[in-house]
């Protein structure tokens, strides 16, 4: 999750971009979000048209990511009531005051869902002045303890704390499978992360003018080491960058990624899906 107070609300498949010859999934969205930017109810029809409107576009499935403990429920119901959703669980950074030992059994339980495919969005958020940055550390390595202890994909969010991301995955011991979510490191930063065997999935950004050093940063990690997002309905691609983002957008996203790394467009949608099995568990078939 991104906060994005420019964009606009509303939902519509006119601008839907030619759809990817090999279909890919949206590895981090917000679909209970989305309802609400659009000022429409988060229930299962809307579930149903987002998705159909994202299989027009080649976009095959997505992961809906909770921000807090009811957002984390909501997910795992929208899960279950659509084959093409999976869930992942966790308490944003920016929305841990209060949380409690009682939170913490509820968010165990579940991300022990079969539904459940990441332990996230968790992590470090320095750019919003809204929780102490120690008790985020303190809850960052919470989160990565039930990663562990339920086996799950760590699904990390990481905003202007580069540095203490880092440090305490390597203080804590990471899991043997971490995302990072929108990734917005440089050069150095991915190929870290890669050596430390970590996958990064990268957003609408990639196709800022703004965005040369994400750019630098893609073209140095293997195609087997990414994925691709929307973070809807935040971080919206070039050329509707600041309205409402959503997973039928993705091919912008996907081809800005390839150009950036110089990859065949095919051949990265099909290694998105291939990650995407390997670290989710999952496989979202065309």
């Not at 990471?174 to 995302?179: E, K, N, S, Y």
């Not at 065949?264 to 099995?277: H, I, Q, S």
């Given at each position: 999750?991104t ?13 839907t ?10 590895a ?35 992961v809906t ?5 009811a ?19 966790a308490v ?35 750019y919003?002045?809204?929780?102490d ?34 440090r ?6 990471a899991?043997?499978r971490v ?5 917005s ?9 890669v ?21 630098a ?14 973070d809807a ?54």
């Amino acid at each position: 999750m991104t906060d994005d107070p420019g964009a606009s609300t509303g939902v519509g498949a006119a601008d839907t971009p030619e759809s990817l010859a090999v279909p890919v999934f949206d590895a981090h969205t917000h679909l209970d979000a989305m309802a609400h930017r659009a000022g429409v109810a988060a229930d299962a029809a809307f579930v149903a048209q987002v998705m159909a409107e994202a299989r027009t576009a080649g976009v095959v499935g997505a992961v809906t990511v909770g921000d807090s403990v009811a957002a984390s429920r909501w997910c795992v119901e929208a899960a279950h009531a659509h084959p093409d959703v999976y869930a992942a669980v966790a308490v944003h950074p920016t929305e841990i005051a209060g949380l409690t030992d009682a939170d913490y059994d509820e968010l165990e339980a579940l991300a022990a869902d079969p539904r459940v495919v990441a332990v996230g969005e968790t992590g470090l958020d320095y750019y919003w002045d809204r929780t102490d940055p120690a008790d985020q550390q303190e809850h960052f390595r919470r989160h990565i303890a039930l990663a562990k202890r339920v086996g799950k994909a760590l699904m990390i969010h990481d905003r202007d704390a580069h540095a203490d991301v880092l440090r305490i995955l390597r203080e804590e011991g990471a899991p043997d499978r971490v995302v990072f979510h929108a990734f917005s490191g440089d050069v150095e930063m991915a190929r870290e992360c890669v050596a430390a065997g970590y996958v990064l999935s990268f957003p609408g950004v990639i196709t800022f003018k703004n965005a040369p050093e994400l750019r630098a940063a893609a073209a140095v990690v293997p195609i087997d080491r990414v994925l691709v997002e929307t973070d809807a309905p935040f971080l919206t691609p070039h050329p509707h960058r600041g309205r409402p983002n959503a997973p039928r957008l993705l091919p912008l996203t996907v081809r800005g990624l390839a150009c950036a790394a110089g990859h065949d467009l095919d051949e990265l949608c099909a290694a998105v899906t291939e990650t995407g099995a390997s670290v989710y568990g999952v496989h979202f078939a065309g």
